[in-house]
């Protein structure tokens, strides 16, 4: 999965590629260095980031999804939204999957969107509001807690009729960086082997800041640890630059 930020103020890519040529030229690049899906969001969920609604997300998305569509039919395009207006928007512009950050808690609407449309839908575990998502939990157990999280929400998915469901644990909202750590070391026992897995560790602080280098600088390091979480049983890698990544 090749992410694609429409964004000004992403901490890796910001401003880059949130104009629709450009925009249409990194779903290029990230097609042809491997990526199979596109993720395309128009709001940056960093800490600190600029807090958008959603006729901004929609601005900022305009025609890329259609554009990507009908330049590149063969891909994939999840949509990077916890905005059940977007979702709409995506889906009568062709996307293939919901990906929401949010777990259905940012928006009332949003999950019974996703079940209406009939879309895959990606569960990320996270705390239950905007303002918090980023507030350091105290877990006992970091996979433990998780589980229960996925088991309680996965319960609420299906009794809406969502029954394609892809589980993403959530690295960087809400841990500490020894507990991203644990999750990665415990990951095959994340969601217990019964739905396809998420993982979505590229550039975060976990992995840069504790050798006092920035996002860029971190290239191995990261791969290792997509390699590990492969070995471990992920069945998506959701990156910014798929070329790194040979399978």
């Not at 207006?85 to 995506?90: A, D, I, R, S, T």
């Given at each position: 999965?090749?992410?694609?930020?429409?964004?000004?103020?992403?901490?890796?890519?910001?401003?880059?590629?949130?104009?629709?040529?450009?925009a249409?030229?990194?779903?290029?690049?990230?097609?042809?260095?491997?990526?199979?899906?596109?993720?395309?969001?128009?709001?940056?969920?960093r800490?600190?980031a600029?807090y958008?609604k959603?006729?901004?997300?929609?601005?900022?998305i305009?025609?890329?999804?259609?554009?990507?569509?009908k330049?590149?039919?063969?891909?994939?395009?999840?949509?990077?939204?916890?905005?059940s207006?977007?979702?709409?928007?995506?889906?009568?512009?062709?996307?293939?999957?919901?990906n929401?950050?949010?777990?259905?808690?940012?928006?009332?609407?949003l999950?019974?969107?996703?079940?209406?449309i009939?879309?895959p839908?990606?569960?990320?575990?996270?705390n239950?509001?905007?303002?918090?998502?980023?507030?350091?939990?105290?877990?006992?157990?970091?996979?433990?807690?998780i589980?229960r999280?996925?088991?309680?929400?996965?319960?609420?998915l299906?009794?809406?009729?969502i029954?394609?469901?892809?589980?993403?644990?959530?690295?960087?909202?809400?841990?500490?960086?020894?507990?991203?750590?644990?999750?990665?070391?415990?990951?095959?026992y994340?969601?217990?082997?019964?739905?396809?897995?998420?993982?979505?560790?590229s550039?975060?602080?976990f992995?840069?800041?504790?050798?006092?280098?920035?996002?860029?600088?971190v290239?191995?390091?990261?791969?290792d640890?997509?390699?590990?979480?492969?070995?471990?049983?992920?069945n998506?890698i959701r990156?910014?630059?798929?070329e790194?990544?040979?399978i």
């Amino acid at each position: 999965m090749g992410i694609l930020n429409l964004t000004p103020d992403s901490f890796s890519d910001g401003g880059k590629f949130n104009n629709e040529k450009s925009a249409l030229h990194q779903a290029e690049n990230l097609l042809k260095n491997g990526a199979t899906i596109i993720d395309v969001g128009a709001q940056s969920t960093r800490p600190n980031a600029e807090y958008l609604k959603a006729d901004e997300e929609i601005r900022r998305i305009g025609n890329v999804i259609s554009l990507i569509k009908k330049e590149f039919p063969e891909s994939l395009i999840s949509l990077d939204t916890f905005y059940s207006e977007v979702v709409k928007l995506g889906f009568d512009e062709g996307i293939d999957i919901v990906n929401d950050i949010s777990a259905g808690q940012f928006d009332s609407e949003l999950l019974d969107t996703v079940a209406e449309i009939g879309l895959p839908y990606i569960l990320m575990h996270i705390n239950p509001t905007y303002e918090s998502m980023h507030e350091k939990n105290r877990f006992d157990d970091v996979v433990l807690s998780i589980n229960r999280f996925f088991s309680e929400k996965v319960n609420l998915l299906k009794q809406k009729g969502i029954k394609d469901i892809i589980l993403d644990p959530g690295f960087g909202f809400g841990k500490t960086i020894e507990d991203q750590y644990q999750m990665i070391e415990d990951f095959e026992y994340i969601g217990f082997g019964e739905l396809p897995i998420l993982a979505g560790i590229s550039k975060k602080s976990f992995i840069y800041k504790p050798f006092g280098k920035q996002p860029n600088e971190v290239e191995q390091e990261t791969l290792d640890l997509h390699y590990k979480l492969l070995e471990k049983g992920a069945n998506i890698i959701r990156l910014h630059n798929p070329e790194s990544l040979i399978i």
